[in-house]
């Protein structure tokens, strides 16, 4: 930390709130004014050995880990539910594979694409003996199949919408425009298949990739550790599942601070989730 670090006027009002406040904070301020600086020098005046930074951000937590005070824990979301999910299956470290749910959706989709081959023939072979029948409807690109398939189990992963459910998958596809060459009716069940599966590749084989660090800790109810204190940087990156994992970090006294640009958000994520933390 530059010894030259001066308080700014904003920055004393936080440290005030943190000394003498109570409950829990949000800063909103753009990249560049001082959010993440703020957040360690809040480290510093925090007297707890129960306090957790994080972030969405492995390069920050990284960083941080080394300009953090000793009794503080510096570590990312995925880190922290990857940790639970190894406690709950008794190993010392799950292999991460990243192309997880890749192989399941492009396996999925090829099957799906290769069933509507067969019907889209069977409709050709009865059209061309049946002349005023329908044309045959074209079949969807099978990468287009691979695509949809993909984006709907990882955002239903990270988003923690129930995939048996058609109506909140309708609602995730709408709010991520996410293109649908198939009909979610037909293939809600492979969606849900995929994300079975891929619990049961957790449980037996021990091989999980980054979604599952933060959604199999809410499918499977897991419990992290308490800490009196969580600082939270770059918070507009959070997600719904990375949401509910840290707030099962908490109790009636844990306070926590999150601070944030809503402007440079990811993904979209923040849009609905950062209105709903400020209520
Ligand atoms: N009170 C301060 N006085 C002088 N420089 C500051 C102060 N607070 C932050 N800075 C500097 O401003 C720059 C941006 O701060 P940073 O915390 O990285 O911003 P953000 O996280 O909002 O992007 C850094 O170089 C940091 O050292
Ligand atoms: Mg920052």
């Known amino acids: 930390m530059p010894e030259t670090f001066i308080v700014s006027y904003y920055q004393q009002i936080i440290f005030d709130w943190i000394l003498n406040g109570q ?6 301020a753009v990249a560049g004014s001082g959010k993440t600086t703020t957040l360690v020098h809040a480290a510093t005046r925090i007297q707890s050995d129960k306090l957790l930074f994080t972030s969405f951000n492995t390069h920050i937590v990284d960083e941080l880990r080394l300009r953090l005070p ?6 990312t979301i995925h880190s922290i539910g990857n940790s639970c999910i190894n406690r709950k299956l008794k190993v010392s470290k799950c292999t991460v594979k990243d192309s997880k749910y890749k192989s399941l959706c492009n396996a999925a989709a090829k099957q799906i694409h290769n069933n509507l081959l067969i019907e889209f023939e069977n409709k050709l072979a009865i059209w061309g003996t049946t002349p005023d029948g329908d044309l045959p409807d074209d079949v969807p690109k099978l990468e287009l199949i691979k695509e949809q398939l993909n984006s709907i189990v990882s955002l239903s992963q990270l988003t923690l919408t129930e995939a048996s459910d058609i109506s909140q998958l309708r ?3 709408s709010h991520y425009t996410i293109d649908c060459p198939i009909n979610i009716e037909d293939i809600v069940n492979d969606v849900e298949a995929i994300l079975h ?3 049961r590749i957790a449980l037996e084989e021990n091989v999980i990739d980054y979604n599952d660090m933060v959604w199999l800790p809410y499918k499977w109810k897991l419990l992290p550790e308490i800490y009196n204190w969580i600082l939270v940087d770059e918070a507009q990156d959070l997600n719904r599942a990375q949401l509910h994992l840290l707030l099962k970090m908490v109790n009636e006294e844990t306070r926590m601070l999150f601070v944030g640009d809503p402007n440079q958000a990811i993904y979209g994520f923040a849009g609905a989730d950062w209105k709903k933390r400020r209520n």
């Open 171 to 173: 609602e995730l596809i």
């Open 70 to 75: 000793h009794n503080s824990t510096c570590k």
């Open 23 to 28: 409950g829990n904070g949000i800063i909103n």
């Open 197 to 199: 599966e891929g619990e």
